[in-house]
Protein backbone atom coordinates (compact mmCIF):
# COMPACT_ATOMS: atom_id res chain seq x y z
CA UNK A 1 0.00 0.00 0.00
CA UNK A 2 1.48 3.35 -1.29
CA UNK A 3 2.79 6.23 1.66
CA UNK A 4 -0.09 8.93 1.80
CA UNK A 5 1.00 12.42 -0.24
CA UNK A 6 2.32 14.62 2.05
CA UNK A 7 4.32 17.85 1.77
CA UNK A 8 7.93 18.13 2.73
CA UNK A 9 7.03 19.69 6.00
CA UNK A 10 4.82 17.70 7.29
CA UNK A 11 7.25 15.58 9.46
CA UNK A 12 7.07 18.24 12.05
CA UNK A 13 3.59 18.60 12.03
CA UNK A 14 2.96 14.97 12.64
CA UNK A 15 5.48 14.97 14.62
CA UNK A 16 4.02 17.88 17.21
CA UNK A 17 0.89 16.08 16.40
CA UNK A 18 2.43 13.07 18.15
CA UNK A 19 3.86 14.86 21.32
CA UNK A 20 0.37 16.64 22.08
CA UNK A 21 -1.00 12.62 21.85
CA UNK A 22 1.40 11.54 24.06
CA UNK A 23 1.14 14.53 26.71
CA UNK A 24 -1.86 13.05 28.10
CA UNK A 25 -1.39 10.63 31.30
CA UNK A 26 -1.05 7.03 30.69
CA UNK A 27 -4.44 6.84 32.21
CA UNK A 28 -5.91 8.27 29.51
CA UNK A 29 -3.66 7.31 27.05
CA UNK A 30 -4.77 6.61 23.39
CA UNK A 31 -2.62 4.98 20.07
CA UNK A 32 -0.88 6.85 18.12
CA UNK A 33 -2.38 9.08 15.18
CA UNK A 34 -2.61 7.43 12.27
CA UNK A 35 -0.22 9.96 10.16
CA UNK A 36 2.64 8.48 12.28
CA UNK A 37 2.64 5.19 10.23
CA UNK A 38 1.28 6.76 6.73
CA UNK A 39 3.54 9.83 6.35
CA UNK A 40 6.93 9.28 3.98
CA UNK A 41 7.59 12.66 5.19
CA UNK A 42 7.72 11.78 9.38
CA UNK A 43 9.87 8.74 8.35
CA UNK A 44 12.61 11.06 6.27
CA UNK A 45 12.36 12.79 10.04
CA UNK A 46 12.69 9.15 11.84
CA UNK A 47 15.93 8.58 10.29
CA UNK A 48 17.26 11.47 10.55
CA UNK A 49 16.28 12.33 14.32
CA UNK A 50 16.39 8.56 15.30
CA UNK A 51 18.11 5.65 13.13
CA UNK A 52 21.38 8.49 12.44
CA UNK A 53 21.78 9.26 15.97
CA UNK A 54 21.11 6.37 17.71
CA UNK A 55 22.65 2.92 18.50
CA UNK A 56 21.48 -0.07 16.32
CA UNK A 57 21.13 -3.23 16.79
CA UNK A 58 22.78 -5.29 13.73
CA UNK A 59 23.05 -9.68 14.85
CA UNK A 60 24.59 -11.54 17.33
CA UNK A 61 28.28 -11.49 18.07
CA UNK A 62 28.96 -15.17 18.38
CA UNK A 63 27.83 -15.48 14.46
CA UNK A 64 31.23 -13.32 13.86
CA UNK A 65 33.45 -15.89 15.73
CA UNK A 66 36.62 -16.03 12.70
CA UNK A 67 38.61 -13.70 11.30
CA UNK A 68 36.67 -12.79 8.14
CA UNK A 69 33.37 -13.55 9.51
CA UNK A 70 31.27 -10.22 8.55
CA UNK A 71 27.38 -9.52 8.33
CA UNK A 72 25.75 -6.41 5.97
CA UNK A 73 23.48 -3.96 7.65
CA UNK A 74 22.76 -0.50 6.15
CA UNK A 75 21.59 2.80 8.17
CA UNK A 76 19.24 4.79 6.11
CA UNK A 77 20.80 5.45 3.03
CA UNK A 78 24.47 4.16 4.66
CA UNK A 79 25.50 0.24 3.81
CA UNK A 80 28.08 -0.92 6.46
CA UNK A 81 29.69 -4.09 7.21
CA UNK A 82 30.86 -5.32 10.40
CA UNK A 83 33.02 -8.14 10.79
CA UNK A 84 35.96 -9.42 12.43
CA UNK A 85 39.57 -8.63 11.63
CA UNK A 86 42.69 -10.86 11.88
CA UNK A 87 43.53 -10.18 15.87
CA UNK A 88 39.89 -11.38 16.23
CA UNK A 89 38.34 -7.76 17.04
CA UNK A 90 34.74 -6.87 15.62
CA UNK A 91 34.89 -3.64 12.97
CA UNK A 92 32.38 -1.56 12.11
CA UNK A 93 33.68 -0.10 8.17
CA UNK A 94 31.59 2.00 5.28
CA UNK A 95 30.59 -1.24 3.02
CA UNK A 96 31.14 1.38 -0.20
CA UNK A 97 33.92 1.41 -2.27
CA UNK A 98 36.00 4.24 -2.39
CA UNK A 99 36.87 4.05 -5.97
CA UNK A 100 33.21 4.40 -7.64
CA UNK A 101 31.58 3.61 -4.82
CA UNK A 102 29.87 -0.10 -5.66
CA UNK A 103 28.62 -1.50 -2.05
CA UNK A 104 30.99 -3.88 -1.21
CA UNK A 105 29.62 -6.99 0.56
CA UNK A 106 26.42 -8.85 0.61
CA UNK A 107 24.99 -10.72 3.40
CA UNK A 108 27.06 -12.18 5.52
CA UNK A 109 29.79 -14.84 5.16
CA UNK A 110 33.66 -15.09 5.17
CA UNK A 111 35.98 -12.94 3.02
CA UNK A 112 40.24 -12.73 3.14
CA UNK A 113 39.96 -9.46 1.94
CA UNK A 114 36.88 -7.81 1.25
CA UNK A 115 36.67 -7.20 -3.09
CA UNK A 116 35.20 -4.70 -4.85
CA UNK A 117 32.65 -6.82 -7.46
CA UNK A 118 32.97 -3.77 -9.33
CA UNK A 119 36.76 -3.53 -10.15
CA UNK A 120 38.36 -5.66 -7.51
CA UNK A 121 39.94 -2.71 -5.77
CA UNK A 122 40.20 -4.85 -2.21
CA UNK A 123 40.50 -3.81 1.11
CA UNK A 124 41.89 -5.62 4.43
CA UNK A 125 39.63 -6.92 7.27
CA UNK A 126 40.47 -3.37 8.90
CA UNK A 127 40.20 -1.26 5.73
CA UNK A 128 42.94 -0.10 4.54
CA UNK A 129 42.96 -0.64 0.71
CA UNK A 130 45.22 -3.32 -0.39
CA UNK A 131 45.17 -3.52 -3.95
CA UNK A 132 43.80 -1.56 -6.84
CA UNK A 133 44.40 -3.12 -10.25
CA UNK A 134 46.36 -1.19 -12.88
CA UNK A 135 45.96 2.11 -10.73
CA UNK A 136 49.67 1.95 -10.66
CA UNK A 137 49.48 4.37 -14.50
CA UNK A 138 48.11 6.89 -12.61
CA UNK A 139 50.69 9.44 -11.26
CA UNK A 140 48.35 11.00 -8.57
CA UNK A 141 47.14 7.69 -7.09
CA UNK A 142 48.42 6.69 -3.79
CA UNK A 143 47.12 3.10 -2.30
CA UNK A 144 47.97 4.17 1.04
CA UNK A 145 45.61 7.66 1.45
CA UNK A 146 42.17 5.05 0.69
CA UNK A 147 41.28 3.30 4.13
CA UNK A 148 36.88 2.65 4.46
CA UNK A 149 35.80 4.90 6.98
CA UNK A 150 35.33 3.26 10.35
CA UNK A 151 32.08 3.07 12.39
CA UNK A 152 31.20 3.16 15.35
CA UNK A 153 30.87 -0.59 17.00
CA UNK A 154 29.93 -1.77 20.47
CA UNK A 155 28.95 -5.25 21.96
CA UNK A 156 26.57 -5.68 24.72
CA UNK A 157 25.26 -8.30 25.95
CA UNK A 158 26.45 -10.70 23.01
CA UNK A 159 24.88 -8.22 20.68
CA UNK A 160 26.27 -6.13 17.93
CA UNK A 161 25.17 -2.59 18.02
CA UNK A 162 26.19 0.41 15.75
CA UNK A 163 26.05 4.09 14.77
CA UNK A 164 27.13 7.03 12.77
CA UNK A 165 26.96 9.12 16.22
CA UNK A 166 30.62 9.91 17.11
CA UNK A 167 29.55 11.53 20.55
CA UNK A 168 26.72 9.10 21.28
CA UNK A 169 27.54 7.39 24.83
CA UNK A 170 28.29 3.79 24.82
CA UNK A 171 25.72 1.00 24.49
CA UNK A 172 26.63 -0.54 27.91
CA UNK A 173 25.93 3.04 29.58
CA UNK A 174 22.87 3.37 27.86
CA UNK A 175 21.43 0.46 28.88
CA UNK A 176 22.87 -0.47 32.24
CA UNK A 177 20.01 -0.52 33.83
CA UNK A 178 18.20 -3.25 31.17
CA UNK A 179 21.62 -4.99 32.19
CA UNK A 180 20.63 -5.42 35.92
CA UNK A 181 17.45 -6.20 35.37
CA UNK A 182 17.92 -9.26 33.07
CA UNK A 183 21.34 -10.82 34.50
CA UNK A 184 20.45 -14.13 36.20
CA UNK A 185 19.29 -15.03 32.74
CA UNK A 186 22.91 -14.75 30.90
CA UNK A 187 22.02 -13.58 27.64
CA UNK A 188 25.60 -12.94 26.39
CA UNK A 189 25.70 -17.02 26.59
CA UNK A 190 22.55 -17.79 24.59
CA UNK A 191 23.69 -19.71 21.44
CA UNK A 192 21.68 -18.34 18.28
CA UNK A 193 20.92 -21.53 16.32
CA UNK A 194 18.64 -19.98 13.26
CA UNK A 195 18.70 -16.50 11.05
CA UNK A 196 16.29 -15.80 8.42
CA UNK A 197 15.80 -12.36 6.66
CA UNK A 198 12.25 -11.35 5.71
CA UNK A 199 10.04 -8.47 4.61
CA UNK A 200 6.58 -7.26 6.02
CA UNK A 201 3.93 -4.94 4.22
CA UNK A 202 3.35 -3.32 7.19
CA UNK A 203 5.08 -0.25 8.78
CA UNK A 204 8.09 -0.52 10.88
CA UNK A 205 6.34 0.86 14.32
CA UNK A 206 3.13 -1.71 13.56
CA UNK A 207 5.67 -4.47 14.48
CA UNK A 208 7.54 -2.73 17.00
CA UNK A 209 4.27 -2.14 19.41
CA UNK A 210 2.87 -5.45 18.26
CA UNK A 211 6.09 -7.01 19.92
CA UNK A 212 5.75 -5.10 22.70
CA UNK A 213 2.42 -5.47 24.36
CA UNK A 214 0.80 -8.79 24.76
CA UNK A 215 -2.97 -7.73 25.32
CA UNK A 216 -3.06 -9.36 21.75
CA UNK A 217 -1.68 -12.96 22.55
CA UNK A 218 -4.95 -14.78 23.76
CA UNK A 219 -6.86 -13.25 20.11
CA UNK A 220 -3.72 -13.00 17.27
CA UNK A 221 -2.42 -16.32 18.93
CA UNK A 222 -5.17 -18.33 19.92
CA UNK A 223 -3.67 -21.29 17.82
CA UNK A 224 -0.33 -20.86 19.38
CA UNK A 225 1.33 -19.33 22.38
CA UNK A 226 -2.18 -17.72 23.49
CA UNK A 227 -3.92 -20.08 25.72
CA UNK A 228 -0.63 -20.18 28.14
CA UNK A 229 -0.35 -16.83 29.07
CA UNK A 230 -1.36 -15.05 31.88
CA UNK A 231 -2.77 -11.91 31.55
CA UNK A 232 -3.66 -11.33 34.72
CA UNK A 233 -0.09 -12.00 35.89
CA UNK A 234 1.66 -9.86 33.03
CA UNK A 235 3.65 -7.21 34.67
CA UNK A 236 4.13 -3.64 32.84
CA UNK A 237 6.33 -1.36 34.35
CA UNK A 238 7.36 1.90 32.93
CA UNK A 239 9.60 2.21 30.44
CA UNK A 240 13.46 4.09 30.47
CA UNK A 241 14.74 6.45 27.95
CA UNK A 242 16.38 4.05 26.04
CA UNK A 243 14.14 0.50 26.02
CA UNK A 244 10.96 -0.71 27.52
CA UNK A 245 9.86 -3.98 29.16
CA UNK A 246 7.38 -6.17 30.58
CA UNK A 247 7.39 -9.86 32.31
CA UNK A 248 4.92 -13.01 31.34
CA UNK A 249 5.11 -15.51 34.27
CA UNK A 250 3.65 -18.74 32.36
CA UNK A 251 3.56 -22.40 32.15
CA UNK A 252 5.43 -22.60 28.68
CA UNK A 253 4.03 -24.67 25.90
CA UNK A 254 7.66 -26.00 25.33
CA UNK A 255 9.86 -27.42 28.05
CA UNK A 256 12.42 -25.11 26.82
CA UNK A 257 9.88 -22.26 27.57
CA UNK A 258 11.04 -22.75 31.37
CA UNK A 259 14.44 -23.31 33.02
CA UNK A 260 16.84 -26.43 32.59
CA UNK A 261 17.39 -28.61 35.56
CA UNK A 262 20.70 -27.55 35.08
CA UNK A 263 20.34 -23.93 35.39
CA UNK A 264 21.48 -22.87 38.44
CA UNK A 265 21.50 -18.87 37.83
CA UNK A 266 17.41 -18.42 38.06
CA UNK A 267 15.18 -19.19 41.01
CA UNK A 268 11.70 -19.56 41.91
CA UNK A 269 9.26 -17.72 39.55
CA UNK A 270 12.38 -16.44 37.70
CA UNK A 271 12.49 -19.93 36.12
CA UNK A 272 9.45 -19.53 34.62
CA UNK A 273 9.51 -15.82 33.85
CA UNK A 274 9.61 -14.75 30.60
CA UNK A 275 11.46 -11.13 29.56
CA UNK A 276 9.95 -9.02 26.53
CA UNK A 277 12.75 -6.55 26.07
CA UNK A 278 12.09 -3.55 23.21
CA UNK A 279 15.31 -1.45 22.86
CA UNK A 280 14.89 1.32 20.93
CA UNK A 281 14.68 2.13 18.37
CA UNK A 282 14.31 -1.19 16.26
CA UNK A 283 15.64 -4.10 18.44
CA UNK A 284 12.88 -6.42 19.62
CA UNK A 285 14.07 -9.50 22.09
CA UNK A 286 11.75 -12.47 23.86
CA UNK A 287 13.99 -13.60 26.56
CA UNK A 288 12.81 -16.95 28.04
CA UNK A 289 15.05 -19.03 30.90
CA UNK A 290 15.45 -21.69 28.08
CA UNK A 291 15.47 -19.97 24.59
CA UNK A 292 15.61 -16.38 22.86
CA UNK A 293 14.28 -15.11 19.69
CA UNK A 294 14.73 -11.66 18.45
CA UNK A 295 13.59 -9.08 15.88
CA UNK A 296 15.45 -6.21 14.16
CA UNK A 297 13.98 -4.10 12.10
CA UNK A 298 14.76 -1.71 9.21
CA UNK A 299 12.20 0.42 7.22
CA UNK A 300 11.84 -0.16 3.89
CA UNK A 301 9.87 2.89 2.54
CA UNK A 302 6.12 3.62 4.65
CA UNK A 303 4.43 0.44 4.11
CA UNK A 304 7.67 -2.36 3.97
CA UNK A 305 9.90 -3.74 6.93
CA UNK A 306 13.05 -5.31 6.36
CA UNK A 307 13.33 -7.62 9.31
CA UNK A 308 16.17 -9.56 10.52
CA UNK A 309 14.56 -12.79 12.85
CA UNK A 310 16.76 -15.31 14.77
CA UNK A 311 17.14 -17.51 18.00
CA UNK A 312 18.07 -19.60 19.91
CA UNK A 313 18.69 -21.82 23.04
CA UNK A 314 19.90 -21.33 26.40
CA UNK A 315 23.87 -23.03 27.09
CA UNK A 316 22.15 -25.76 29.21
CA UNK A 317 19.88 -26.59 26.21
CA UNK A 318 22.49 -26.62 24.21
CA UNK A 319 24.89 -28.90 25.68
CA UNK A 320 21.23 -30.80 26.56
CA UNK A 321 21.18 -34.42 24.47
CA UNK A 322 17.63 -33.71 23.18
CA UNK A 323 19.23 -30.35 21.64
CA UNK A 324 18.50 -30.53 18.13
CA UNK A 325 14.81 -31.80 18.65
CA UNK A 326 14.26 -28.75 21.06
CA UNK A 327 15.91 -26.61 18.03
CA UNK A 328 13.77 -27.96 15.79
CA UNK A 329 10.10 -28.17 17.42
CA UNK A 330 11.31 -24.01 18.91
CA UNK A 331 11.72 -23.44 14.89
CA UNK A 332 8.49 -24.85 14.28
CA UNK A 333 6.48 -22.92 16.66
CA UNK A 334 8.17 -19.65 15.86
CA UNK A 335 7.08 -19.78 12.34
CA UNK A 336 3.39 -20.52 12.90
CA UNK A 337 3.44 -17.32 15.49
CA UNK A 338 5.02 -15.59 12.87
CA UNK A 339 2.95 -16.07 10.72
CA UNK A 340 -0.37 -14.91 12.97
CA UNK A 341 1.73 -11.34 13.59
CA UNK A 342 2.35 -10.58 10.00
CA UNK A 343 -1.35 -11.16 9.38
CA UNK A 344 -1.91 -8.95 12.03
CA UNK A 345 0.33 -6.43 11.53
CA UNK A 346 -0.15 -6.05 8.11
CA UNK A 347 -4.14 -5.46 8.73
CA UNK A 348 -3.51 -2.98 11.02
CA UNK A 349 -0.88 -1.06 8.44
CA UNK A 350 -3.69 -1.40 6.09
CA UNK A 351 -6.63 0.36 9.07
CA UNK A 352 -4.85 3.07 9.86
CA UNK A 353 -5.14 4.35 5.75
CA UNK A 354 -9.09 4.48 6.28
CA UNK A 355 -10.27 7.97 5.94
CA UNK A 356 -12.35 7.17 9.50
CA UNK A 357 -9.38 5.46 10.79
CA UNK A 358 -9.12 7.06 14.80
CA UNK A 359 -6.55 5.95 17.54
CA UNK A 360 -8.59 4.55 20.54
CA UNK A 361 -7.26 4.21 24.21
CA UNK A 362 -4.88 1.74 25.15
CA UNK A 363 -5.09 -1.14 27.47
CA UNK A 364 -3.29 -0.99 31.18
CA UNK A 365 -1.22 -3.79 29.09
CA UNK A 366 0.19 -1.35 26.25
CA UNK A 367 1.76 0.35 28.67
CA UNK A 368 5.08 -0.06 26.65
CA UNK A 369 3.43 1.53 23.75
CA UNK A 370 2.81 4.71 25.37
CA UNK A 371 6.10 4.81 26.43
CA UNK A 372 7.79 3.83 22.87
CA UNK A 373 4.94 6.59 21.71
CA UNK A 374 6.97 9.22 23.69
CA UNK A 375 10.42 8.24 22.84
CA UNK A 376 9.54 8.85 19.63
CA UNK A 377 8.20 11.99 20.23
CA UNK A 378 10.35 13.20 22.34
CA UNK A 379 12.84 12.65 19.75
CA UNK A 380 10.84 13.70 16.14
CA UNK A 381 9.22 16.84 17.68
CA UNK A 382 12.53 18.39 18.82
CA UNK A 383 13.96 19.14 15.34
Known amino acids: MAALATSPDAGPEIARELLANCERPFDDARAMPPRVYTSDAFLALEQREIFHKQWLCVGRA??????????????????????????????????????????????????????CPYHAWNYTLDGALAGAPMMERQASFCKESYRLPSIRCETWQGWIYVTLDPDLPSVATQLEELTQLIEPYGMSDYVETFYEEHVWDTNWKILAENFMESYHLPM??????????????????????????HWITKEASLPIGNAHPGNTRLQGHWRRTTALLAIYPTHLVTLTPGYFWYLVLQPRGVGKVHIQFGGGLSPEFIDDPKAADYMATLKTLLDEVNAEDRRGVEAVFRGVHAPLARPGNLSHLERPNYDFARYLAQRTASS
Open 220 to 245: LHRATVGPHSRLEEMECPPGRAAFNY
Open 62 to 115: STLSNPGDYLSAQIDGQPIVVLRNEQGELRGLSNVCLHRMSVLLEGRGNVRRIV
